[in-house]
């Protein structure tokens, strides 16, 4: 069993999360008692506007961190759910785009998890898990009928935490200032808590980060058409994005997203051992290549 102390070194020990806001939303009882429960973090496949053009380097931190957390609390499962049920909310999001957008994410998925040998992750179609129907019919009305997005991701983590011993919800955040906005990840959790059959642990990882200096915060998850930023993807060139960027933006440090690409780096040696290469560009290149091809752990 985990103390309260040693669940807060941890945290405070991973710069990916935001281990204060984290603290916040934990319930310490259910989660110094995890072992044996499982985690989950849903994926989306569009934002408000339009949807993802690509799956960005970033969302390798929820499955590292998400790796990280089922190591230290003996978590039985991590369930990553592709939010495509979700994304029919969206008008814009017709079944061809969401069929064509999951079967990318799921490939994609399917790959990392085999390549990197993260055991007891499964990835789940929300749709196969629920229709919208049966999501509309968990959540109470007063939910459903102003945010229909809300309410589908509500239903699912009812379904889970009664289903498959559900302990951890690993989300993102924006902002790290105390209290959440109408576009923060939490505040769709604290919408939820009080509608859970069980109590459960909101854990936080930091946003992505793109090359774009007037907007360097996005989702981990949604690279959208255009946005300048890594990649997760077989083409990707580490070094000349980096160069390209380094040039347009006239910082080395590219503000912070050379820290938190460093990060990202540094857990995934944590995990899996000391990467060859003394330059960040030449590492992040050889944990692309060990994610997307394989031939590098």
């Not at 669940?7 to 984290?22: C, H, M, R, Y």
């Not at 603290?23 to 949807?51: M, N, P, Q, R, Y």
């Not at 390209?244 to 690409?261: R, V």
């Not at 990202?264 to 051992?273: A, D, K, S, Y």
Request: proline share 4%; aromatic share 8%.
């Amino acid at each position: 069993m985990k103390t309260k102390e040693d669940i807060i070194t941890f945290l405070q020990n991973e710069p990916l999360i935001e281990w204060k806001l984290s603290v916040d939303t934990i319930d310490w009882l259910s989660l110094t008692h995890a072992k044996g429960g499982s985690l989950f973090f849903g994926v989306g496949l569009c934002t408000a506007k339009e949807a993802a053009a690509a799956i960005p380097f970033d969302i390798l931190t929820f499955f590292l961190v998400a790796e990280k957390l089922k190591k230290f609390f003996e978590l039985a499962r991590v369930i990553v759910l592709i939010a495509d049920r979700h994304a029919r909310t969206n008008t814009f999001m017709t079944q061809p785009i969401v069929e064509q957008r999951t079967r990318i994410t799921h490939s994609l998925f399917d790959r990392v998890i085999q390549n990197l040998h993260l055991r007891s992750f499964e990835v789940r179609r929300a749709s196969h898990m629920l229709s919208a129907d049966e999501a509309m019919s968990i959540v109470p009305e007063s939910v459903r009928r102003p945010n229909q997005y809300l309410a589908q991701e509500i239903a699912d983590v009812i379904w889970m935490t009664k289903r498959d011993r559900l302990t951890i919800k690993l989300g993102w955040t924006i902002d790290s200032a105390g209290s959440a906005s109408g576009h923060d990840e939490r505040f769709f959790d604290l919408v939820m808590r009080p509608l859970l059959p069980h109590p459960i642990s909101f854990v936080f990882t930091q946003a992505g980060r793109t090359f774009d200096r007037h907007r360097q915060k996005a989702s981990p998850y949604i690279a959208t058409a255009g946005q300048p930023r890594l990649l997760l993807d077989l083409q990707e060139n580490a070094a000349i994005k980096l160069r390209e960027a380094e040039a347009l933006w006239g910082d080395p440090h590219l503000g912070g997203t050379k820290k938190h690409l460093g990060n990202i780096v540094r857990l995934f040696e944590g995990l899996f051992g000391h990467l060859p290469g003394r330059s960040l560009e030449q590492k992040i290149q050889h944990v692309l290549d060990a994610s997307l091809i394989g031939d590098a752990l």
